[in-house]
């Protein structure tokens, strides 16, 4: 059977494109992959869907996240006739976290660890009740310029996404240094200092 956790939505299991994540290491030098798959970690050590990163202690001092960004689902019931198990070939045999799973558990790993930084790539839903918690308790939000062209694993062609993403950081706040480069992709939004607009 499929690990669910890794098929959580169409495009669960879409790769970081390769030179933004390049950028970033450089920029922040993360010690592991918080949630990837054989076919689209970045780097090791990476946690995979096996594994199970909600039951490993996130202290890294910089790790970076590109979650699924499916909504949460239920475990299944045994009469399930819902569309979405018919069209994807299973059933859901327990919870599969969704984006708002992924982005408290970022806040409440770095509230645990202090020191330590998460850095997430994220679909940029402002209007989500899990966007209030980035808006609450995220170090830094960078709006990204134009949309990103994800690398799904299932081809070997990049395809846009069908929205904007965000870079989301939780916990240690960020250098003066790492703040203007990040400036280089979009808008850069900082708790108590407004926004570093993007001048390209």
Same mark, same amino acid.
């Given at each position: 059977?499929?690990?669910?956790?890794?098929?959580?939505?169409?495009?669960?299991?879409?790769?970081? /494109?390769?030179?933004?994540?390049?950028?970033?290491?450089? !920029? =922040?030098?993360?010690? $592991?992959?918080? $949630?990837?798959?054989?076919?689209?970690?970045?780097?090791?050590?990476?946690?995979? /869907?096996?594994?199970?990163?909600?039951?490993?202690?996130? +202290?890294?001092?910089?790790?970076?996240?590109?979650?699924?960004?499916?909504? *949460?689902?239920?475990?299944?019931? *045994?009469?399930?006739?819902?569309? @979405? $198990?018919?069209?994807?070939?299973?059933?859901? +045999?327990?919870?599969? /976290?969704?984006?708002?799973?992924?982005?408290?558990?970022?806040?409440?790993?770095?509230?645990?660890? *202090?020191?330590?930084? %998460?850095?997430?790539?994220?679909?940029?839903?402002?209007?989500? @009740?899990?966007?209030?918690?980035?808006?609450?308790?995220?170090?830094?939000?960078?709006? =990204?310029?134009?949309? !990103?062209?994800?690398?799904?694993?299932? $081809?070997? @062609?990049?395809?846009?996404?069908?929205?904007?993403?965000? !870079?989301?950081? =939780?916990?240690?706040?960020?250098?003066?240094?790492?703040?203007?480069?990040?400036?280089?992709?979009?808008?850069? %939004?900082? /708790?108590?200092?407004?926004?570093?607009?993007?001048?390209?």
């Amino acid at each position: 059977m499929k690990n669910i956790t890794a098929f959580l939505s169409e495009d669960a299991e879409w790769g970081t /494109p390769k030179d933004l994540f390049t950028k970033l290491n450089t !920029l =922040f030098k993360f010690e $592991c992959d918080l $949630c990837a798959t054989e076919q689209n970690h970045k780097m090791k050590p990476f946690i995979s /869907p096996e594994q199970d990163s909600f039951t490993v202690e996130w +202290d890294f001092k910089n790790s970076y996240m590109n979650p699924p960004y499916g909504e *949460p689902e239920n475990k299944c019931g *045994p009469k399930c006739k819902k569309k @979405k $198990c018919e069209k994807r070939g299973f059933h859901a +045999d327990r919870y599969i /976290p969704g984006v708002i799973d992924w982005v408290n558990r970022a806040h409440a790993m770095t509230e645990k660890y *202090p020191g330590t930084r %998460v850095v997430c790539l994220l679909p940029s839903r402002t209007e989500t @009740k899990w966007f209030q918690t980035i808006w609450e308790h995220a170090c830094f939000v960078l709006f =990204f310029k134009g949309r !990103l062209s994800f690398e799904p694993s299932t $081809c070997e @062609k990049s395809i846009s996404a069908p929205y904007p993403s965000v !870079l989301v950081g =939780f916990g240690e706040d960020i250098t003066e240094t790492q703040a203007e480069e990040l400036t280089e992709f979009g808008n850069l %939004v900082l /708790p108590g200092e407004g926004i570093l607009t993007y001048q390209g």
